[in-house]
């Protein structure tokens, strides 16, 4: 067998092993009415929840921070609006509030069932 095809296939199982087949999780699947309610009165909530679950969409925590924000392109002020309305929607939900300090970003997770 040649050692280039193994080497590859096991690191391949090996990410599997440690769930980080992004291919193989289970998503999160928006209901299309939340969907369209989302895009037509905040399109900013929506367009924060499809990046937070292309990501992490397969994950049942994540982190959720204002570094966050610059990345989309956006002020701290907008971000926090849009996190909140996911909140408020229930989209989303603070599971531990971090701020004890710079290494402990708060934790948020998916409000709904997949």
């Given amino acids: 067998m040649d050692p280039e095809v193994v080497k590859v296939a096991t690191s391949a199982w090996q990410h599997d092993a440690a769930g980080l087949n992004f291919f193989t999780r289970p998503r999160i699947m928006l209901d299309h009415d ?7 009165t905040n ?17 049942s925590t994540y982190v959720l921070s204002k570094a966050m924000a610059p990345t989309m392109g956006w002020g701290w002020s907008r971000w926090y609006a849009a996190r909140d309305a996911l909140i408020e929607a229930g989209l989303i939900k603070c599971i531990r509030p971090g701020g004890r300090g710079s290494n402990d970003p708060p934790i948020y997770g998916w409000a709904l069932k997949g």
Wanted: charged share 30%; glycine share 12%.
């Fill in 34 to 40: 939340v969907f369209d309610e989302l895009g037509a």
């Fill in 43 to 59: 399109p900013d909530a929506l367009r924060l929840y499809l990046r937070l679950e292309r990501y992490h969409g397969g994950n």
